[in-house]
């Protein structure tokens, strides 16, 4: 009977990260490519077929929850604020052909022969990405803004908006709750 899929402290070592906080759950279905490049803090959790590739030097925070299926292609780098989460099945490419012009596409192909956006992606702190949305080349969400399920991000998200949409717009206002972040900030010390 298995008690638990989480990977050993000792077998979370062995991966290879830049650095790795405290009382971290990372599923033994996770994959990581490129970790050296990856620093994760306190109390992260990544569930099941998660797939995280970085090629710049990237952070998940401390108190971050990566859901089931979460993929992130981030080859210039990727950065996932305090109190953060992308639910299951979210999508982060942080590198994307362009699908339009005289071009081909293919990873394979040389770069002079094909049109590619790139970018760090970044969530500053607060953020929560909803199931099986998409995060594209520009993707900033500033503080406390939240994107809904089944939206794409391709560039900046207000601070303490609530998004939605294909391409997300602004749908709401998020509550900026002083008493949340103090609370959280207990969390911290």
Do not use: C
């Not at 040389?110 to 998409?134: D, F, T, W």
């Not at 594209?136 to 803004?145: C, D, F, T, V």
């Amino acid at each position: 009977m298995r008690l638990s899929s989480f990977m050993a402290r000792r077998a979370l070592n062995r991966i290879g990260f830049a650095s790795l906080g405290k009382d971290v759950q990372i599923s033994t279905m996770a994959n990581f490519y490129r970790p050296e490049f990856l620093s994760i803090g306190d109390n992260v959790r990544i569930d099941d077929f998660a797939v995280i590739s970085v090629g710049e030097p990237s952070s998940i925070g401390d108190w971050v929850h990566l859901g089931v299926s979460v993929f992130i292609s981030a080859p210039m780098g990727i950065t996932i604020g305090k109190f953060s989460g992308l639910s299951s099945g979210v999508r982060v490419f942080g590198s994307s052909d362009e699908f339009g012009g005289a071009h081909l596409m293919h990873p394979k192909l040389p770069l002079e022969v094909r049109s590619v956006a790139s970018s760090k992606i970044m969530l500053e702190a607060y953020n929560q990405v909803g199931a099986n949305s998409v995060l594209l080349p520009g993707a900033i969400m500033e503080i406390g803004s939240v994107l809904g399920a089944l939206s794409l991000l391709k560039k900046r998200s207000p601070a303490w908006k609530l998004l939605a949409g294909i391409p997300a717009h602004v749908i709401g206002e998020r509550p900026k709750d002083e008493e949340v972040i103090r609370i959280s900030e207990k969390f911290l010390s």
